[in-house]
């Protein structure tokens, strides 16, 4: 099938809506979905007699595009090039493993680097990408907390600055989606407040705030919290901390890396049972080595080295992001949650369109929405992913 072709259909397959699942056929017209269509309906039936170029699903599943608020790169490629061709191979590997809506996602940095891929990222969402949609940018620091860095570099954290975000979003409009800062820091709140007031999602991370300085920080704005129980303070049964609220607060959106490194799969499976079914989302906090294997890397000017499979800093150990491709974090969702394809499929979609803004253009298989969609085995192996009804060429 041409990848530049206006109207197209799938056939025989298992379709992941809103709903549930519909065993049937899928039509898609200029990059939109056009029609879904169960077994036996007209539609089906005249699959072959109609014109339309079709594509035989054999009994697979089609899921919603994933979409990934929190990655910093992939195959070779890192955000913070802040180039077009760095962009281009993150893009289309995540695009290859399911993504066709991610956030680039920055690390705490100087503040002309960050500016970089704010310039960047802006010119790269006007052009036809090679994979996944950039929907923007999520702004990792460097706004957070020095006892909780992670795997951010501790020489760029700053206090949070109100003026600076004011100077980003004027030169940049609709450019940031989403900033991670600890709200316990000096000024935190007035920051978080005018990121609700300018339809930025404030997220908590890398943070030592306790609960009630969560509780206060969600009365200001703050409504997320990135890669849970990783760089933030712990739960105590006579101290929640940060941990505790996040699991504790219905207001807030959590984040979770669930590659069984960052967080044990009991630990996912109980922040699945403590947050509402619309406010757990699967991340997957990739980095630049994601595809590539085992060996030494760079995050944020820090050395990182990657053994099987797992990122830790050189110096001292930290996990620095992963190698996940959300859709391992599907099949783990599932695996550690006891969840159906329908309820990961909210994990890995739909909770996080509705978190940054998108749900009325994707993150949902539904009629009039872009055609962002992923063909999986019966067996949750990839076949073909679709953004806006184009499909993803394999890299070569």
């Known amino acids: 099938m041409s990848s530049t072709m206006s109207s197209w259909r799938i056939t025989n397959v298992r379709i992941v809506t809103g709903q549930g699942i519909v065993q049937g056929s899928l039509t898609v017209t200029n990059g939109r979905i056009a029609g879904v269509y169960s077994m036996g309906q007209h539609e089906e039936k005249t699959a072959h007699q109609d014109g339309l170029d079709t594509i035989d699903g054999a009994g697979g599943w089609l899921l919603p595009g994933f979409i990934d608020v929190h990655v910093h790169g992939g195959y070779g490629g890192d955000f913070m090039d802040a180039n077009a061709d760095a962009y281009d191979a993150i893009t289309r590997f995540h695009a290859l493993h399911g993504t ?3 956030l680039a996602t920055t690390v705490t940095a100087p503040k002309d680097a960050i500016e970089r891929v704010l310039e960047a990222a802006a010119g790269y969402r006007e052009r036809p990408g090679a994979g996944a949609r950039l929907a923007g940018v999520h702004l990792e620091g460097p706004f957070i907390s020095p006892r909780w860095p992670g795997a951010q570099n501790p020489d760029h954290i700053v206090p949070p600055r109100p003026d600076w975000l004011e100077a980003w979003v004027a030169r940049y409009p609709g450019i940031i989606r989403m900033l991670t800062l600890a709200p316990e820091q000096p000024g935190a709140p007035e920051l978080i407040s005018r990121l609700s007031d300018a339809g930025i999602v404030a997220a908590c991370g890398h943070t030592d705030a306790d609960y009630a300085a969560i509780k206060e920080a969600v009365g200001a704005g703050l409504s997320h ?3 849970t129980y990783n760089a933030m303070r712990g739960l105590h049964h006579r101290e929640p ?8 607060c219905d207001e807030l959106s959590a984040e979770i890396i669930a590659d069984g490194h960052h967080a044990h799969p009991a630990a996912v499976k109980l922040l699945l049972r403590a947050k509402p079914a619309d406010k757990a989302l699967l991340i997957t906090d ?11 890397y760079e995050l944020g000017g820090l050395k990182v080295v990657v053994s099987h499979g797992v990122a830790r800093l050189a ?9 996940l491709t959300m859709l391992d974090a599907f099949r783990n969702a599932m695996a550690f949650g006891g969840l159906s394809p329908v309820e990961a499929t909210r994990l890995a979609s739909a909770n996080p369109a509705s978190l940054i803004g998108l749900s009325e253009e994707t993150g949902s298989i539904a009629v009039g929405k872009a ?4 063909l999986l085995t019966g067996s949750f192996d990839h076949v073909r992913t679709w953004v806006s009804g184009k499909a993803v060429q394999p890299i070569s």
């Open 371 to 374: 055609a962002d969609v992923v």
């Open 315 to 323: 110096e001292g150990g930290s996990l620095a992001g992963s190698t």
């Open 286 to 296: 990739a980095i630049s080595a994601a595809g590539l294997g085992d060996g030494e």
């Open 225 to 227: 919290a990135v890669h």
């Open 100 to 102: 066709t809506t991610m």
């Open 241 to 248: 901390g940060t941990v505790g609220a996040v699991l504790a």
